[in-house]
């Protein structure tokens, strides 16, 4: 089904890539909002025309129904939130991580690897529509792993000897795997 949003709230938007080709693609009114200042920093040094704020995603500062879509990308869930933001026939677009994304990666880092939880796609306060599973294998050179751990949480919870190991790989190939709803 073909959305029209005129507004768009991007809830957890960290370094603003996938808010930026958005906003780029569709032209419209956006919103980001995370919790790191120097992810935002950066963000906002990419795309002029996306309104970005420091703001915790579960109190964001803005009125009652006021988006259209709200977005929510490999960040937490915060629902009551969003049913208080999302005008009557707006959208919640969610993506989380599948069972095995980003395996090979979590398989050099750690002994003991776990696969994401597959979140209960029932969101109090919306419909489920639809959801989509996408699975592909990524082809990665030094410069891509080095980019792709970056943006992980793993980054910041890997031990330093490990997370350098991995950034001197050459190639790596690496499972994408989630769940659009």
Do not use: W
Not at 39 to 50: D, I, P
Not at 140 to 155: Q, R, V
Not at 166 to 175: A, G, N, R, S
């Amino acid at each position: 089904k073909g959305l029209n949003p005129n507004v768009i709230i991007d809830a957890g938007c960290g370094e603003g890539y996938y808010t930026n080709q958005i906003q780029k693609a569709l032209e419209k009114e956006v919103y980001a909002f995370d919790l790191s200042k120097d992810a935002l920093k950066y963000a906002s040094r990419n795309n002029k025309n996306v309104h970005y704020f420091l703001s915790n995603i579960y109190d964001i500062p803005m009125m009652d129904e006021c988006t259209d879509v709200i977005l929510n990308i490999f960040a937490p869930l915060s629902n009551k939130e969003y049913v208080r933001l999302v005008k009557q026939d707006g959208y919640l677009i969610k993506v989380d991580p599948h069972h095995k994304h980003l395996k090979e990666m979590k398989d050099f880092l750690y002994e003991n690897v776990y696969e994401n939880e597959i979140l209960d796609l029932d969101v109090k306060g919306f419909k489920l529509e639809s959801f989509k599973e996408i699975t592909y294998t990524m082809h990665l050179d030094n410069k891509a792993i080095s980019s792709l751990f970056k943006m992980t949480p793993y980054y910041y919870k890997t031990n330093k000897e490990k997370g350098n190991a991995l950034m001197q790989l050459q190639q790596l190939d690496c499972t994408a795997s989630f769940i659009i709803y």
